[in-house]
């Protein structure tokens, strides 16, 4: 007879295979995230290739590489030492950004646009983390959201313009700070005796203020973040608004409807504000108590609207004396246009939120240089202010990550005076909205509760991403060059006069002076004597450069005989006239016989 073989205890067999599948469980997920991960990069990357070869663009990348060429090592300690004297950005990230560029590959541009994709996969992939940990618990079904949220925000065209352009990376850092102090904070409602999640995210936030001025509209969402305690349940929007009964929801009809109506007849937004703030109070009031309003919250935000407009007379004042003593910086200017007529400057920064949000949805067509909006977003700002006050009410997941989208939007919002930037609507300020819009409605469509409904969404959102990721791809080509980017931006933007100006000087150095001199024409037109004065010398040095010395004194010699307006007589204390006066008399001795 043969030995007896004995059979493993049954414990053991249960030990063994009870391991086996522990392993295989927590294996699994794994691979599957660090897949999931590398997917999200490959296809960033891929929509962005073209940016690899892509030239610096004139309109500020040129000058800052020039800098770099000029000095042998960027100073770090100035870059980080605060220079507000002539109220200029402080911004020491992206400082250290540029340095670290010069050191390691002597800011060569094609390296500097790679930085610039790198940013962006980054940020992708903290945003699949954000969704990831901002879903409901009791989501396990909808794994996919966190890939496909992710996913729609690497391939959106909205973030064309600041990956491509090198001087846009200012929103890919910030953004990458704040998604960062997102999570953290998220994480550390999970698990509130974890403090050091807190400190990190406070950090995180210091550093996006630190790379650009737009992170401080996450102080006015923090209070959210921090009062929104963890929970396992989700609150969806039908259940919210169950909690008003019918006369209430016809009153609350009525009464934006009464918004529309006094907006319109006494063309003022401050019937709205207040609509909304009543409203507000009211969602407040009739909160259900499974997520009360913290009394602490409360007060914060009671705190906030009073400082809010304290702050205003304050800054008209500040604006006012710099003005009466002699410094009229653009940053003055930008205050008195708000001050002097807030009401108009309320109708417009609602204006700007609703064609912002438009944007996210329906992006084309893309456009380096969007100068006015349709003159519908007006109207399209109540629905907004009604908007964000509901959402402030009903303080779901999605609707804090939805208001941060917002609060991200309403530092750029003075900028459309047209005062500071270049452009007064940039679709480089939805960048960081973007991605917490995105969170928004991954985490909003795991909330809902119809299988049907979340399997249509996932199907749309298959269709679309290929679609957005083809048009990505292609305004990515656009941005290569910028003779097509400045012939793009002059075609959507013909009014635009100072694109016109850099789209000539492009033009002049591919060689192509009879475009370049069209383009000029293009500039003699508009209104404005003042105006065509300014631009005389870029002409001329057009001109010059292609050695036609005749004709540039020719242009010098016609802006000076050109009668000056109110009165005035040459020479003239400024800049460009004075740059006109030494031009020309250089020219006169170069041409003289």
């Not at 209070?223 to 039908?238: E, N």
């Not at 009211?282 to 935000?301: D, H, S, T």
């Not at 001050?339 to 109708?347: H, R, V």
Request: glycine share 6%; net charge positive.
């Amino acid at each position: 007879m043969g030995r007896r073989r004995h059979a493993p205890p049954h414990f053991f067999r249960y030990a063994c295979v009870s391991t086996e599948i522990s392993l295989e469980n927590a294996m699994k997920p794994k691979y599957h995230l660090i897949i999931q991960q590398l997917l999200l990069c490959f296809v960033a990357g891929l929509v962005y290739s073209p940016a690899f070869r892509g030239e610096p663009c004139l309109l500020d990348d040129v000058a800052m590489l020039n800098g770099f060429q000029g000095v042998a090592r960027l100073d770090l300690q100035a870059l980080l030492t605060p220079n507000s004297a002539q109220f200029a950005y402080y911004r020491p990230m992206i400082g250290f950004s540029y340095w670290l560029a010069q050191t390691l590959w002597d800011a060569a541009p094609h390296a500097m646009h790679i930085e610039n994709v790198v940013f962006h996969m980054l940020n992708v992939l903290l945003l699949f983390w954000l969704i990831k940990i901002s879903l409901p618990d009791d989501s396990r079904s909808t794994g996919y959201v966190p890939f496909l949220g992710a996913l729609l925000f690497a391939v959106h065209p909205i973030a064309t313009e600041s990956v491509n352009w090198i001087s846009g990376r200012t929103d890919l850092i910030a953004g990458g700070f704040l998604i960062g102090a997102t999570i953290a904070i998220v994480a550390w409602q999970r698990k509130r005796n974890r403090w050091w999640l807190l400190l990190l995210a406070l950090m995180l936030l210091a550093g996006g203020i630190m790379t650009k001025e737009i992170a401080w509209g996450f102080l006015i969402v923090l209070p959210f973040f921090l009062a929104d305690p963890h929970d396992s349940r989700s609150y969806t929007i039908t259940g919210f608004f169950g909690i008003f009964s019918n006369i209430a929801k016809l009153l609350i009809v009525a009464a934006i409807a009464l918004s529309y109506f006094l907006a319109a007849l006494l063309m003022s937004f401050w019937p709205v504000i207040a609509l909304g703030t009543i409203l507000g109070l009211i969602a407040f009031y009739l909160k259900p108590r499974r997520q009360p309003l913290p009394k602490i919250l409360f007060g914060l935000l009671i705190c906030l609207l009073i400082g809010f407009f304290a702050l205003i007379p304050y800054f008209s004042g500040l604006a006012k004396q710099y003005a009466a003593g002699g410094y009229y910086s653009t940053f003055c200017r930008t205050l008195l246009l708000i001050t002097l007529n807030i009401d108009n400057s309320i109708a417009m920064f609602s204006a700007a939120l609703a064609f912002y949000i438009k944007k996210f949805f329906l992006p084309l067509p893309l456009n380096f240089a969007i100068y006015d909006i349709a003159s519908g977003y007006l109207f399209a700002g109540i629905a907004v202010i009604i908007l964000t006050a509901f959402l402030a009410a009903w303080r779901s997941r999605g609707a804090i990550l939805f208001l941060t989208g917002i609060a991200m939007l309403l530092p750029a919002l003075p900028l459309v005076h047209a005062e500071i930037a270049w452009a007064p609507y940039a679709e480089r300020y939805i960048y960081i909205s973007s991605g917490f819009w995105v969170a928004s409605l991954a985490v909003g469509l795991s909330s809902v509760k119809r299988p049907s409904i979340r399997t249509s969404s996932a199907f749309l959102c298959l269709m679309l991403i290929p679609a957005a990721g083809l048009i990505t791809y292609k305004r990515s080509t656009v941005w290569q060059t910028n003779v097509a980017l400045f012939e793009d931006t002059v075609q959507k933007s013909p009014k635009h006069t100072k694109a016109r100006i850099l789209y000539m000087t492009v033009l002049s150095q591919a060689g192509k002076l009879t475009e370049a001199l069209e383009q000029y024409r293009h500039i003699q037109k508009e209104p404005g004597n003042g105006m065509r004065m300014k631009y005389a010398n870029d002409l001329a040095q057009l001109l010059y450069n292609n050695g036609r010395k005749n004709e540039a004194y020719e242009v010098l010699q016609t802006a000076l005989t050109k009668p000056l307006p109110l009165g005035q007589k040459h020479p003239l204390p400024n800049d460009e006239w004075q740059r006109l006066y030494k031009f020309h008399a250089s020219l006169k001795q170069e041409i003289a016989p």
